[in-house]
């Protein structure tokens, strides 16, 4: 039994309250459509990853010197290197090289200047995505 003078909400006070619940959930709604529809898929975030690692561990095992000579000639750490997966590729994994300063000899905090002879930096990035590994390789 309610208790005299207590009502419930009335027509226009449901009609609003509608209204402000399709206002802040449609806008929600499409955003999460959309993250959806352009999020990749596990799997294919997968196979990004071990593309990339799996051609980090076969230049990682290559020859220092081979490694060195492939650095050298690639000229700055900023280029893409010989060792690279072919144009066409599908990943297609950059390899980058650069000797490092592992040390820090010249003191300016930057590891691609004032470089170590037996200190090679490495990194393999899948082309056109934000996923790559570094590593370090000495002789």
Not at 94 to 122: H, K, P
């Amino acid at each position: 039994m309610k208790p005299r003078g207590q009502r419930g909400f009335g027509y226009v006070e449901a009609l609003v309250a509608v209204v402000l619940l399709a206002v802040v959930l449609v806008p929600a709604l499409e955003a999460l459509g959309n993250a959806a529809r352009h999020a990749p898929t596990a799997a294919q975030d997968d196979t990004l990853w071990m593309s990339a690692a799996n051609k980090l561990r076969e230049v990682t095992g290559s020859r220092f010197d081979d490694l060195d000579a492939a650095a050298t000639a690639a000229g700055g750490a900023g280029n893409v290197s010989s060792l690279s997966d072919p144009t066409g590729s599908s990943p297609r994994v950059l390899i980058y090289l650069s000797r490092y300063d592992g040390d820090n000899a010249d003191g300016d905090d930057n590891g691609f200047t004032g470089t170590d002879a037996d200190l090679i930096w490495v990194r393999a990035a899948v082309a056109d995505t934000p996923v790559s590994l570094d590593t370090l390789v000495t002789r």
